[in-house]
């Protein structure tokens, strides 16, 4: 390895060095900390063959080495999370050498100290909601255009459907709003994360809701319990839960309800 | 319970990172995170956030490809 940089998963607070034992990282490479004033940078030292900016560049478009590196980073990220409160870091953060990471936590100490305050004793969770096929069904437009001039009935059975889709999407919106309000209220904050593109999650009927949800630990169980609830009177609607995440949506400074 | 049943069918997955080996957190779920979240910093080696947005652009581009490696982590 002739060119190496360090790269950065998250910064942590009052970490135990028995957290990072035999946790391999991006790429396999092992992972391990640097430290300043009461902060521990989660690094690996990687190859910039792999990991320098016209690499990155190639390897981000390829869905292999992006699963493959999301994952190692998460595992990191995810572990070190159960043990101190731990600020993610966006993946693909390369530094030249441990000093440039010793210098960020000098740097960043504020804004790493408010983010930290902010996730302690706290977990993200994931709430996806979905309008089923089923809820967008169109109710029959009945048989008293049957006098009407084909044209005409052809028409009004247009019109029909169109009122009857405007219908249903407005009523989803309306529940994708009631679900988001009522799950608040078990949140100190929550962000919205754009509808995932059906061609790569795979799910079916319309995405309503993405949300992720900043919980203190121990409102888990009320939030699943309120989805469960929502839930239950929503008959078109489907809602996931996902979680508890690391607070990887909860990282920016001005992020809030 | 008498809601039980519709509660079970409404609430279809709920996927615990925790309790699940890492490979079966979809995917997409982890790059809503790890793409538009975290503490962004400018490391040494730049990636802005413009060439993440291209990095979703080419997801879009490769998902037809390779759909089939995504069935088993899949939520039904």
């Known amino acids: 390895m002739a060119d190496v940089g360090v790269y950065l998963y998250g910064v942590a607070q009052d970490l135990s060095p028995d957290a990072l034992r035999d946790l391999p990282g991006v790429a396999g490479a092992p992972v391990r900390t640097v430290a300043d004033g009461g902060f521990a940078a989660l690094v690996s030292t990687v190859d910039l063959e792999e990991f320098g900016e016209t690499a990155l560049r190639r390897n981000l478009e390829s869905l292999q080495w992006l699963e493959a590196t999301a994952r190692a980073h998460h595992d990191v990220v995810d572990t070190v999370?159960?043990?101190?409160?731990?600020?993610?870091?966006?993946?693909?953060?390369?530094?030249?050498d441990d000093d440039r990471v010793?210098?960020?936590?000098?740097?960043?100490?504020?804004?790493?100290?408010?983010v930290l305050g902010r996730v302690v004793g706290r977990v993200e969770w994931g709430v996806k909601a979905y309008g089923t096929p089923e809820a967008?069904?169109?109710?029959?437009?009945?048989?008293?255009?049957?006098?009407?001039?084909?044209?005409?009935?052809?028409?009004?059975?247009?019109?029909?459907?169109?009122q009857s889709r405007e219908e249903a999407s407005r009523r989803l919106a309306?529940?994708?709003?009631?679900?988001?309000?009522?799950?608040?209220?078990?949140?100190?904050?929550?962000?919205?994360?754009?509808?995932?593109?059906?061609?790569?999650?795979?799910?079916?009927?319309?995405?309503?809701?993405?949300?992720?949800?900043?919980?203190?630990?121990?409102?888990?169980?009320?939030?699943?319990?309120?989805?469960?609830?929502?839930?239950?009177?929503?008959?078109?609607?489907?809602?996931?839960?996902?979680?508890?995440?690391?607070?990887?949506?909860?990282?920016?400074?001005?992020?809030?309800? | 319970m008498s809601v039980g049943e519709d509660v079970e069918r409404a609430v279809a997955v709920r996927q615990d990172p925790r309790a699940l080996p890492s490979e079966r957190i979809a995917l997409v779920d982890l790059l809503d995170r790890l793409l538009a979240g975290g503490v962004v910093i400018a490391g040494d080696v730049v990636i802005s956030i413009a060439e993440i947005d291209l990095v979703r652009v080419s997801l879009r581009a490769l998902i037809t490809t390779v759909k089939e490696e995504y069935d088993d982590i899949l939520p039904h």
């Open chain 1, 174 to 257: 309306e529940q994708a709003q009631e679900i988001h309000a009522t799950l608040s209220e078990h949140a100190v904050a929550s962000r919205q994360h754009p509808p995932q593109d059906p061609r790569l999650s795979g799910h079916e009927g319309t995405m309503i809701l993405n949300v992720a949800y900043l919980l203190d630990e121990d409102r888990a169980e009320t939030l699943a319990a309120a989805a469960d609830e929502l839930a239950a009177r929503m008959p078109g609607v489907r809602i996931e839960l996902t979680g508890p995440w690391p607070a990887y949506s909860f990282t920016e400074l001005d992020a809030s309800s």
């Open chain 1, 81 to 96: 999370a159960r043990a101190a409160p731990t600020a993610p870091v966006r993946i693909a953060t390369v530094y030249r």
């Open chain 1, 136 to 162: 967008a069904q169109e109710p029959s437009g009945g048989d008293d255009a049957a006098n009407d001039k084909p044209g005409m009935a052809y028409l009004r059975r247009r019109r029909l459907q169109q």
């Open chain 1, 102 to 114: 010793r210098e960020l936590l000098r740097e960043r100490r504020d804004e790493l100290t408010e």
